[in-house]
């Protein structure tokens, strides 16, 4: 199944683009900073959208929707797939941006404890 020609052929491909980027020119940075911005939510993004209770409200949209017969399914199919990676992306850094702020308190004080503790013993 994985051993076909254009399956190979998207791999090249998918190589050739990444190593476009890896220059060291202002256009390559700011895409590898877009890429760096989601890439580090995708796994955030599988936790989230394969939640059994998210899942279940996933699946009923696609399959309920009156788009199953159209010529159009795999494009419904894309952006629906770009619309939940984007929503959960969102959810994500929302996520990330306030455990983050609990978590630099707790190391501040922490810090403080030991930069304390280290002065008066």
């Known amino acids: 199944m994985y051993n076909t020609a254009p399956v190979y052929l998207l791999c090249i491909f998918i190589f050739l683009v990444f190593l476009k980027f890896s220059k060291n020119d202002y256009k390559s940075k700011y895409i590898r900073n877009i890429i760096n911005f989601f ?15 998210l899942r279940a409200i996933l699946w009923k949209m696609i399959i309920i929707s009156r788009f199953n017969t159209s010529i159009f399914i795999s494009l419904i199919v894309i952006v629906f797939s770009l ?21 630099d308190k707790l190391r501040l004080k922490f810090i403080q404890e030991k930069f304390i503790k280290y002065l008066y013993t």
């Open 83 to 103: 619309f939940i990676f984007i929503i959960c992306t969102i959810i994500d850094k929302i996520t990330w941006f306030q455990v983050k702020k609990y978590v």
């Open 39 to 53: 890439s580090s939510s995708v796994f955030s993004v599988y936790l989230i959208h394969d939640n059994i209770y």
